[in-house]
C-alpha cells in the first residue's frame, strides 16, 4: 500500500498507543495535520507551542509513558524548546515532533527556516532529522524506545515538509515493530550484596529519594526498605509523593527548603542511601558539607551521576525497583543486622523528634486563613487523596512542597530542575488527560500563571476538571524575597504595578471564575465552595505581599545555615 510521509507517521503513532497529541499547525507541518484527518488520534490544539510541549508533559509525568508534541518550523521549533528542555533535567519521556522546510532549502534562510536539529543537541537524549519516509520505518519506534528506556527524557523528530510529500510502498508484512522500552542491565550481585552489609552496619541510617524512585516504580519497595531498617527517609522535591507524607518514617523534603530537622538529620547520618537522586545544588546546599558524617551509597539507572556531584562509597548502577527488590531479597535471606535494632529505634525517635522540635513555622499572620501554608494544609484536607497537583515555579512551589500532604506517587507534577514558570496551567491539563475521572488542581503564582494563561482556552475546549488556585501576592514572590534577605531589601522589577482581574480573566476565556475577598467571613469556605461546582474553574486569592518561604538555605550556605525565622537579619 502506497502511503505518504505524513500519513505514514500518522499510523506509526497509532501503532505506539498514541492516542492524544498537542500541538498546533503550520506552514511547514500541515501535510502531517492533513493526514490526521484519517486518523484515530484527537488532536489537542494548544494556544502556544510550550504549552502543548507541557500538556504532553503533564501527560506522560502522570502515565510514566512517553507522550507525542508537535509543532511547526521556525517559531513553532524555538517555542518548543523550554518544554524539551525541561523534560531532560526532570528526566520525562517525550517524543517531539517539528516541521521543517524542505530539504532543499535547508541553510538558505528560508522562511520559518531554523536548525531545529542543532538547537536540540544539548536538550535531548538523541534527535533525528529525518532525509525520506523510509527512515519513519526505523525512526519512530526508535524514538519512543529511547525516550522510555534507561533514563527517561526527550527525543526529537523534524522532518521536513517534503519527506512528509514524498510517497512510499509499504507492504502488509514490512511494519516494524512499535518501540518499546529496553530492559535495564542488571546491577552486579556483589554491588548489591556489599549495600546490603553496609545497610546493616549502619546505626544511623537514612534513605535520600530522588525523582527516579517514582520514574522506577520503586516507591513501596523503598517505604518497605526504610521501615525494615527503621531509617527515616528525606525527598528530594521531585519525589514528593513517593512516601505517604504522614509515614512515620517520612522526615519531608531535603534542601534550600527543607527543614532544620531533615538537615541536622543528614548531618548526624552515619549511612546515607541515595536512590535516584542526583545530588543537584537545590538539595545539597554547599556539596563539600553535605552529610559529613556519612558514608553514601548512591542506586541511579544513569551511570554518569555517580559520583558527578558527591563521590560516593558504593555506587550501583540499574534500575531501582530491580535492585531493592533483589536487595530485600538479600536481607530476607541474611538478615544479620538489617532488621530495626534498638539502637535504630533510638535513631528513629530522634529523627522523629527533631520533626517535633523543627515544625514548619509561618508566623506573622500565623492565625490567618488565607497564610499560604494555611491554604496548602487546607487544600489537602479537602481534595481527595488521589488528587494530581501541578504548580508553577516560586514562591508558591515551595509553599506546597513543604505543606501539602501527598501521599501517592505521580501525584505532584512540577518543573524541579529547569524550574519552568508556565508549566502548571498546560501540565494540568495533560494530567487530567492522562487520568480521566481524577481532580486536578493547579497551584500558581500571579507571575507564574501569566506565563501560559491562554491555555485557559484549551482548558475551555476540553472542559476538564482542572481547579487553578492563584496565589495572589502581586509580587514575583521569590526574587521578593531574595532581595528582602540576600540584597539589603533593594527591591527591583519584583512588584508588579498592575494586575488582572484573573476571574474575569478566566471567564473572558469561558472557564468559571471566582475572586476570594481578602476581608471575607469565610474565605476557606467559599475556596471550598468554587472547587465543590463541577468543571473547570480559576480561584483568585489574594496572599500577604509580604510573607516569605521559611526556612530557607541561603544560595551557596550549608544546609545547616538554614534560616527559619521571620526575623533574620543578613550579614
Known amino acids: 500500500?502506497?502511503?505518504?510521509?505524513?500519513?505514514?507517521?500518522?499510523?506509526?503513532?497509532?501503532?505506539?498507543?498514541?492516542?492524544?497529541?498537542?500541538?498546533?499547525?503550520?506552514?511547514?507541518?500541515?501535510?502531517?495535520?492533513?493526514?490526521?484527518?484519517?486518523?484515530?488520534?484527537?488532536?489537542?490544539?494548544?494556544?502556544?507551542?510550550?504549552?502543548?510541549?507541557?500538556?504532553?508533559?503533564?501527560?506522560?509525568?502522570?502515565?510514566?509513558?512517553?507522550?507525542?508534541?508537535?509543532?511547526?518550523?521556525?517559531?513553532?521549533?524555538?517555542?518548543?524548546?523550554?518544554?524539551?528542555a525541561d523534560a531532560r533535567m526532570d528526566s520525562v519521556p517525550l517524543v517531539a515532533i517539528t516541521g521543517q522546510v524542505p530539504q532543499s532549502l535547508i541553510g538558505t534562510d528560508a522562511f520559518q527556516e531554523v536548525d531545529t536539529y542543532g538547537l536540540t543537541v544539548p536538550i535531548t537524549k538523541h534527535n533525528f532529522l529525518v532525509r525520506s519516509p523510509?527512515?519513519?520505518?526505523?525512526?519512530?519506534?526508535?524514538?519512543?524506545?529511547?525516550?522510555?528506556?534507561?533514563?527517561?527524557?526527550?527525543?526529537?523528530?523534524?522532518?521536513?515538509?517534503?519527506?512528509?510529500?514524498?510517497?512510499?510502498?509499504?507492504?502488509?508484512?514490512?511494519?516494524?515493530?512499535?518501540?518499546?522500552?529496553?530492559?535495564?542491565?542488571?546491577?552486579?550481585?556483589a554491588s548489591i550484596h556489599e549495600l546490603a552489609r553496609l545497610l546493616a552496619s549502619a546505626s544511623r541510617p537514612v534513605l535520600y529519594l530522588g525523582g527516579g524512585v517514582i520514574a522506577s516504580g520503586a516507591s513501596g519497595l523503598a517505604l518497605a526498605l526504610a521501615q525494615r531498617l527503621?531509617?527515616?527517609?528525606?525527598?528530594?522535591?521531585?519525589?514528593?509523593?513517593?512516601?505517604?507524607?504522614?509515614?512515620?518514617?517520612?522526615?519531608?523534603?531535603?534542601?534550600?527548603?527543607?527543614?532544620?530537622?531533615?538537615?541536622?538529620?543528614?548531618d548526624e547520618a552515619d549511612v546515607v542511601l541515595a536512590?535516584?537522586?542526583?545530588?543537584?545544588?537545590?538539595?545539597?546546599?554547599?556539596?563539600?558539607?553535605?552529610?559529613?558524617?556519612?558514608?553514601?551509597?548512591?542506586?541511579?539507572?544513569?551511570?554518569?551521576?555517580?559520583?558527578?556531584?558527591?563521590?560516593?562509597?558504593?555506587?550501583?548502577v540499574g534500575d531501582a525497583a530491580d535492585i531493592l527488590r533483589r536487595l530485600t531479597d538479600r536481607m530476607t535471606a541474611a538478615?544479620?543486622?538489617?532488621?530495626?535494632?534498638?539502637?535504630?529505634?533510638?535513631?528513629?525517635?530522634?529523627?522523629?523528634?527533631?520533626?517535633?522540635q523543627h515544625p514548619l513555622r509561618h508566623s506573622p499572620r500565623a492565625e490567618d486563613p488565607l497564610h499560604p501554608v494555611n491554604l496548602?494544609?487546607?487544600?489537602?484536607?479537602?481534595?481527595?487523596?488521589?488528587?494530581?497537583?501541578?504548580?508553577?515555579?516560586?514562591?508558591?512551589?515551595?509553599w506546597v512542597a513543604q505543606a501539602y500532604p501527598f501521599r501517592r506517587p505521580r501525584t505532584f507534577l512540577t518543573s524541579g530542575g529547569l524550574g519552568t514558570m508556565g508549566f502548571g496551567l498546560p501540565a494540568a491539563i495533560g494530567a487530567a488527560f492522562a487520568a480521566p475521572g481524577r481532580r486536578v488542581a493547579c497551584i500558581s503564582g500571579d507571575g507564574?500563571?501569566?506565563?501560559?494563561?491562554?491555555?485557559?482556552?484549551?482548558?475551555?475546549?476540553?472542559?476538564?476538571?482542572?481547579?487553578?488556585?492563584?496565589?495572589?501576592?502581586?509580587?514575583?514572590?521569590?526574587?521578593?524575597?531574595?532581595?528582602?534577605?540576600?540584597?539589603?531589601?533593594?527591591?527591583?522589577?519584583?512588584?508588579?504595578?498592575?494586575?488582572?482581574?484573573?476571574?474575569?480573566?478566566?471567564r473572558a476565556f469561558g472557564v468559571r471564575g471566582h475572586r476570594i475577598a481578602a476581608n471575607a467571613r469565610d474565605p476557606l469556605g467559599d475556596i471550598a465552595v468554587a472547587l465543590a461546582q463541577p468543571g473547570p474553574c480559576v480561584i483568585d486569592i489574594p496572599v500577604s505581599d509580604t510573607a516569605n518561604v521559611l526556612p530557607m538555605v541561603p544560595p551557596g550556605a550549608a544546609n545547616r545555615q538554614t534560616i527559619e525565622h521571620h526575623d533574620h537579619q543578613p550579614a
Not at 503533564?58 to 502515565?63: C, D, H, P, T
Not at 535513631?347 to 523528634?353: D, F, K, V, Y
Not at 491562554?454 to 526574587?479: R, S
Request: net charge negative; hydrophobic share 45%; proline share 7%.
Open 230 to 266: 527503621g531509617a527515616p527517609v528525606v525527598s528530594s522535591l521531585n519525589a514528593l509523593g513517593a512516601i505517604p507524607d504522614d509515614d512515620p518514617h517520612f522526615m519531608g523534603m531535603l534542601g534550600m527548603h527543607g527543614s532544620r530537622a531533615t538537615h541536622t538529620l543528614l
Open 335 to 356: 538478615p544479620d543486622r538489617s532488621e530495626p535494632t534498638a539502637e535504630r529505634a533510638a535513631w528513629l525517635a530522634r529523627a522523629q523528634s527533631l520533626r517535633a
Open 134 to 189: 523510509a527512515e519513519l520505518l526505523e525512526i519512530v519506534p526508535l524514538a519512543f524506545q529511547i525516550a522510555e528506556s534507561g533514563r527517561p527524557g526527550p527525543v526529537l523528530i523534524d522532518l521536513p515538509k517534503d519527506v512528509q510529500n514524498a510517497t512510499i510502498e509499504i507492504a502488509d508484512d514490512a511494519w516494524p515493530e512499535p518501540g518499546r522500552r529496553l530492559p535495564t542491565p542488571a546491577c552486579a550481585a
Open 1 to 84: 500500500m502506497q502511503y505518504t510521509g505524513a500519513t505514514l507517521l500518522t499510523r506509526l503513532l497509532e501503532r505506539q498507543g498514541i492516542a492524544l497529541l498537542p500541538g498546533i499547525p503550520g506552514g511547514a507541518i500541515l501535510p502531517f495535520y492533513d493526514a490526521l484527518h484519517g486518523s484515530t488520534i484527537i488532536h489537542i490544539l494548544a494556544r502556544h507551542e510550550q504549552g502543548a510541549g507541557f500538556i504532553a508533559q503533564g501527560m506522560a509525568r502522570v502515565s510514566g509513558r512517553a507522550a507525542v508534541c508537535v509543532a511547526t518550523s521556525g517559531p513553532g521549533a524555538t517555542n518548543l524548546l523550554t518544554a524539551i
Open 448 to 506: 507564574s500563571i501569566l506565563m501560559n494563561i491562554q491555555e485557559l482556552a484549551t482548558l475551555a475546549d476540553h472542559d476538564l476538571p482542572v481547579a487553578v488556585l492563584i496565589f495572589n501576592n502581586a509580587q514575583l514572590g521569590l526574587v521578593r524575597q531574595q532581595q528582602e534577605l540576600f540584597f539589603g531589601k533593594r527591591f527591583a522589577a519584583s512588584r508588579f504595578a498592575t494586575g488582572p482581574d484573573f476571574a474575569a480573566l478566566a
Open 376 to 398: 496548602c494544609r487546607f487544600l489537602g484536607s479537602v481534595l481527595p487523596a488521589d488528587t494530581i497537583l501541578t504548580t508553577d515555579v516560586g514562591q508558591h512551589q515551595m
Open 275 to 316: 536512590i535516584g537522586a542526583r545530588f543537584d545544588d537545590r538539595a545539597t546546599g554547599k556539596v563539600s558539607e553535605f552529610c559529613p558524617r556519612a558514608t553514601i551509597a548512591h542506586i541511579d539507572i544513569d551511570r554518569a551521576e555517580i559520583g558527578k556531584i558527591k563521590n560516593a562509597f558504593l555506587g550501583l
